[in-house]
Nanobody, 126 residues
């Protein structure tokens, strides 16, 4: 399994950005893909997750209503659309994945995921 994030950058507060997570090696199995972020000096936290077989999504309260996960099965890519960005959203964003049996996965605990990308930096200026 390989995960490659892209799309990070510099954006002003109130702006939008879309991150991509290109996946490979999944073999068609059901998986949960999570987006996590880590700000300087802080622990890595989960912000959103997606279950492939159902398309169900789950969001942390801090991003609910502002972030949306979508997927493109043909491209094997999962996106994190971020809007109304705030300076506190500044972090390195990671996509992560685990294979699951459930049709809906809402777990944002870091220890529940097995595969990680290398991250992409998002900086929101005030």
């Amino acid at each position: 399994v390989q995960l490659v994030e892209s799309g990070g950058g510099l954006v002003q507060a109130g702006g939008s950005l879309t991150l991509s997570c290109a996946t490979s090696g999944l073999g068609g199995d059901n998986y949960a893909l999570g987006w996590f972020r880590q700000a300087p000096g802080k622990e890595r936290e989960g912000v959103a997750c997606f279950t492939s077989v159902s398309g169900k999504t789950h969001y942390a309260d801090s991003v609910k209503g502002r972030f949306t996960i979508t997927s493109d099965n043909a491209e094997s890519t999962v996106y994190l659309h971020m809007s109304s960005l705030k300076p506190e959203d500044t972090a390195v964003y990671y996509c992560t994945l685990t294979f699951v049996a459930w049709t809906e996965w809402d777990n944002l605990s870091i220890d529940k995921y097995d595969y990680w990308g290398t991250g992409t930096q998002v900086t929101v200026t005030s």
